[in-house]
């Protein structure tokens, strides 16, 4: 027999509401290849750009002499930075309230940066155009770490900036110093460490592109963009173009993945609008695969010495950690204004301690941008590998458990709201459950004894565990602002009178499945079937004003906004069922997709009834039509928990390391798609095995950008991925509407340190404090042999 409340289930299941793992409706057309990315547009007239890059990552420009690009037939305009300097286009400002050259003028600062940019009749034409032109360059020393950024005599890098004397970006600090520095006083022992997380990119698969066409008769300027965060964009053409907002559509067509790559405004944007506007043509730019791996959005790349301050029992007293970030030439993260460093200091927010202190210090270098948040909320992937290597370390040296170490520094179940150490306040959670969970399934206990043997035997088997709760969700609008545009969303629910209903949001999935999920919502609420629904994002003429979709805030967001719009529409159907029932509004009783009367529940109208109404028999005084807008402003972040458990065996032989076994339980409140969530951990997880096994970019002293290919910053096939256990706990979200949490990022941001932490334990922490990512074999082979820290 099924209870009333499971019947209840079921029959949302049926119509494709939560919890249903309905098929991504958007695959259909990507898995027939009729996806429509940026590359598939194509304009009448359109013209097609190609830009020049700096072989050199420092020098001075003494000339540049465009014309043998011009006289290429087909060549129609060659824009350097001296002409968009004629427009004050020369310099763009960041995301981050720093400036950007757009085509360089005075000096070149990185490898690869764009200097000159050739629009022609074909893509070959243009890449001709740019080979063509000559420019002579004056070598500078390139600076190529923060250690000789910050070097005494170091050259300054951002010259063109009036009050700049060194290589410094910011010097940021949070926490409690002064209690920091009372409970290290107290400490039984300190535990110090010092790790880098190395640059990395999110490579999705299509590079990024424009199209701008600007057309001179209605004043109208469209711009076809690969944009995680179209109406950011908007704003952003409007104060750098000065261009009226009105006049400015931008469309984000389908994204081939996203992962941050495509939040920030790069300089082939802009010169395409420019040249679009000047040549009143349709101007195409579609970068290809060098120009994407070496100029656009890096993440990561931060040094940290961190410390614990412990207590015998194992107790963490106080935490430090001091950082240096190295963001390239300029300062180009996106991030909430107000942290100079992201969310770095989420660090800790699951463990119960008094007191912390960070302080940051972020350098120029001569490498391309850095600091994007690779499917990452603002650094928080690299708070949450710090803090749990930080962990391991600190369980190793206090000679305790390490999976003990954490339960008892957990916050308790019945211990929130919890003010973390640096400020934030999470609101739910069951950390030790899900540990307990993950230690189960992995088999922990039976592990360790095999471990044990194993050593006996010459091989090298170690566990790792990363456990950690991150912040997903910005906003709320007091605190979190990009370039002062408030962080909220918004969802614009239109239904039709047959029922059938179109929702647009702010949000802009990159592959994420929101045409599925958004109408699951809307099912939910009330009760048509997810199929009548049809989601649309991306266009900035028709979706309502949104900040986009990146750093897992699109379900804790744009999500809300969703139901809420939702349940706006039930309330005027409510008006409409009175109407049709003849009984008061009072008088009615709510259940999946029907009102009924309390006192005859046989009496009842479907709210496909109610839409019909809408159009066709409202009742006096009631504004006809059936839509509703929601602007969604969080009260706060969501919290999800991840704990990730893995084990590994290496060969000591070659220090090349075997995933055995990948254990992973998330919590991310209540799920609306299992499916899709499961898919979210499960790429979240490869990405993170890439970072910790495989992925190198890196540059060589002359700051040469080493590994910006295929062939060398490898993506993980199905091949080398290991195969993973996922589990669920289900703390639904205490104030969002349907008590969902983001998910997106999870793995990639915890999945990294499991990895990290399982190598190092089977090394032996008594051998080895730190193998730096990527964990390659021979770094672990060092470690083996030569018992030193590799970095
Ligand atoms: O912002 P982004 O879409 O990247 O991340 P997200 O909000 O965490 O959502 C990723 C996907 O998982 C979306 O399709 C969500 O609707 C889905 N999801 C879910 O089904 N249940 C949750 N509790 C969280 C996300």
Known sequence: RVSTVDSRALDEIKIGGMGASRRRVEDDRFIRGKGNYI???????????????????????????????????GVRLVLTGEMMATRNLAWMPTLSYDTQAVLATDKVRFQGQEVACVIADDPYLAKDGCEAIVVDYEPLPPIVNPEQALAEGSPLIRDDKENQRDNVAFDWEVGDRDGTDRAFAQADLVSEIDLHYPRSHPSPLECCGSIADFNRSTSKLTVYLTSQAPHIVRAAVSLIAELPEHMIRIISPDLGGG??????????????????????????????????????????????????ALRKDGRILGVRMNTVSDHGAFFADAQPSKFKIGLMHSAFACYDVPYAHLSARGVYTNKAPGGVAYRCSFRVTEAMFFQERMVQAAADDLGMDQAEFRRVNFVRDDDFPHRTPYGFLTDSGQYGKCLDVALEAVGYEDFLRQQQQARQEGRLLGIGISTMTEPLGAGNSREYDILGIKMFDSAELRVHMTGRAILRTGARTQGQGHETTWAQIVAHELGLPSADVVVEEGDTDTAPFGMGTYASRSTPVAGAAVAMAARKVRAKSRKLAAHLLEVSEEDLEWELGRFYVRSAPERGVSIQECAMAAYSNMPDGLEPGLEATAFYDPPNLTWPFAAYVCTVEIDPQTGVWDVLNFVAVDDCGVRINPMIVEGQIMGGLTEAYAMANMQFITFDSEGNCVGSNFMDYLLPTAWETPGYELHEVVTPCPHHPIGAKGVGECATVGGPAAFVNAVVNAVGEAQVRNIDMPVLPDRVYQAITQRCNVS
Do not use: C
Request: glycine share 8%.
């Open 39 to 73: 590359d598939d547009v194509v304009l009448p007239g359109m013209l097609h750009m190609e830009i020049l890059r700096s072989p050199l990552a420092h020098a001075r420009i003494k000339s540049i002499d465009t014309s043998k690009a011009y006289a290429i037939p």
């Open 259 to 308: 992962f941050g790559n495509k939040v920030p405004v790069y300089p082939g944007y802009v010169v395409s609008i420019l040249a679009s506007i000047l040549l009143e043509t349709p101007v195409k730019w579609i970068e290809d695969r060098s120009g994407n791996l070496i100029s656009t959005g890096f993440g990561r790349d931060v040094y940290l010495h961190g410390e614990l």
